[in-house]
């Protein structure tokens, strides 16, 4: 846990006006959840505040509140490139290391914002002057959530900065039933519910919004692509560019398909790779101690946390099953 106290946090903020919100590639609901919800409280304040994504996100997501503002760096690098250079401060949000960002990595390294980490993934890599980083948050809405608390901004939390911050506790705890669910994760949650928010509606948005396309595309890898391995519990997919297309492929179409094999009585891992424009997009999910995060960064140039980590290789989806059947085992 690397905290800086919200004394600092505070008067860093008192002598600051211009501020950017920089998230992950391929940003999830954590990602987006987290951006909007800082994004809001710090607007409240009085700054001036805009978000940059390194590229879109899915469909999913788009009806949070404040996305249409988002400034996207794949298609609007120019826009973004001139907020980045004004900002004094640059929030960097769930992620620890500036290749999370691709292209937009580069350019962050250089430009010269004091930088503030707020994230809950391991192994932080160090170009923050400020943090705000806990590997046992559930999310990085968790932590932001605290961190508007601390700044004795709670009365400011209204129904679209709840509802952003319940959008990332939801999507990154797989709905409230990982392991790095506790009471305070619920406590966070009761709070955000007293501004007036619905669950179900919140749910509905995220979970019951799958084209007819996603949901074959989960019952074909179901059905003909779950592959078990004998006397290891691991079971895994593997998709290729070409099956995608054929169920019309959607950025975030193949999210939470990773976690099925679970379903399955004594798997303790699991994994997904999926094939896109020459790389694998590979995603790990274990149990208990099994660590896959360490997995995750020494085989396949990834990381995330000990339970969920990923990974993107530029490699053919044979080479990259072949690595992962020959280096398993090194999980147990
Ligand atoms: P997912 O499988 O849902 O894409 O990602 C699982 C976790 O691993 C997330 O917390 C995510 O931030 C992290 N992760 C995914 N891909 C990568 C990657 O390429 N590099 C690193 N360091 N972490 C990743
Ligand atoms: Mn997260």
């Known amino acids: 846990m690397m905290r800086d106290s919200f004394a600092k946090f505070a008067q860093l903020l008192k002598k600051t006006k211009n501020i950017v919100i920089v998230t992950h590639w391929n940003p999830d609901g954590d990602a987006i959840g987290s951006s909007l919800a800082l994004y809001h409280f710090l607007k409240k304040t009085g700054k001036n505040v805009q978000c940059i994504v390194p590229n879109s996100f899915p469909e999913f997501l788009h009806w949070m509140p404040g996305t249409f503002r988002m400034v996207n760096f794949d298609t609007q690098a120019s826009q973004a490139m001139k907020l980045l250079d004004k900002a004094e401060l640059i929030f960097t949000l769930d992620f620890n290391s500036f290749k999370r960002l691709e292209k937009l990595g580069d350019l962050l390294a250089k430009t010269p914002g004091k930088k503030v980490l707020i994230d809950h993934h391991r192994e932080p890599e160090n170009y923050a002057d400020y943090s705000f980083h806990d590997i046992h948050a559930s999310s990085t809405c968790e932590l932001v959530y605290e961190f508007i608390v601390g700044l004795k ?47 179900h509606i919140i749910h509905s948005a995220v979970y019951d919004n799958y084209s007819a396309h996603r949901l074959r595309l989960f019952g074909y890898a179901l059905s ?99 690595k992962f059947l020959n280096t398993i085992k090194t999980l147990f």
């Open 224 to 322: 003909e692509k779950l592959r078990l391995l004998n006397n290891c519990p691991v079971a895994y997919f593997c998709l290729t560019a070409e099956e995608l297309k054929r169920f019309d492929f959607q950025k975030g179409d193949t999210e939470g398909l990773v976690n099925y094999p679970f379903m399955i009585k004594g798997i303790t891992v699991c994994a997904l790779f999926a094939e896109s424009e020459g790389s694998i997009k590979i995603s790990f999910r274990s149990k208990g101690k099994i660590d896959v995060n360490t997995y995750a960064r020494k085989f396949f140039e990834g990381g995330g946390h000990l339970n969920a980590a990923g990974g993107k290789i530029k490699d053919s989806l044979d080479a990259t099953e072949q």
């Open 153 to 199: 901004g709670k009365a400011l939390i209204d129904k679209k900065i709840a509802a952003c911050l319940y959008t990332g506790l939801m999507t990154d705890t797989g709905s409230f039933k990982f392991s790095s669910v506790n009471s305070k994760t619920h406590q966070i949650l009761a709070e955000l519910l007293t501004t007036g928010i619905q669950p």
